[in-house]
């Protein structure tokens, strides 16, 4: 079992920043690719980012390409989003996952753990 825990979420105004961290437990982080996702209200569950085990292949969704970076501390078991230029449709609640899958997979399932979320509000 792996525990993903999201902190950093908040509000904040459009044009801001938030750094997301994504703390984990139990088996080898370094095992993991690890990706972010969100989801708003009224919507389903979308990705935002992934990144490889070990760090060197990053990917993102075109909504957030540019403005989100993703990165991860294996020594320290935890996983980034640095959101810049936020706009209120990045309102959402966001994830974090871990998946066993080679690669660097982009849709849910592939992915095994999930945390429980932070909520992020953009305000315009």
């Known amino acids: 079992q792996v525990q993903l825990v999201e902190s950093g979420g908040g509000l904040v105004q459009a044009g801001g920043s938030l750094r997301l961290s994504c703390a984990a437990s139990g088996r080898t982080f370094s095992n993991y690719a690890m990706g972010w996702f969100r989801q708003a209200p009224g919507k389903e569950r979308e990705f935002a980012a992934t990144?490889?085990?070990?760090?060197?292949?990053?990917y993102y969704a075109d909504s957030v390409k540019g403005r989100f970076t993703i990165s991860r501390d294996n020594a320290k078991n935890t996983v980034y989003l640095q959101m810049n230029s936020l706009k209120p449709e990045d309102t959402a609640v966001y994830y974090c996952?871990?998946?066993?899958?080679?690669?660097?997979?982009?849709?849910?399932?592939?992915?095994?753990?999930w945390g429980r979320g932070t909520q992020v509000t953009v305000s315009s």
């Open positions: 996952a871990g998946s066993s899958a080679l690669g660097i997979p982009t849709s849910l399932p592939p992915y095994d753990y």
């Open positions: 990144i490889s085990r070990s760090g060197s292949r990053t």
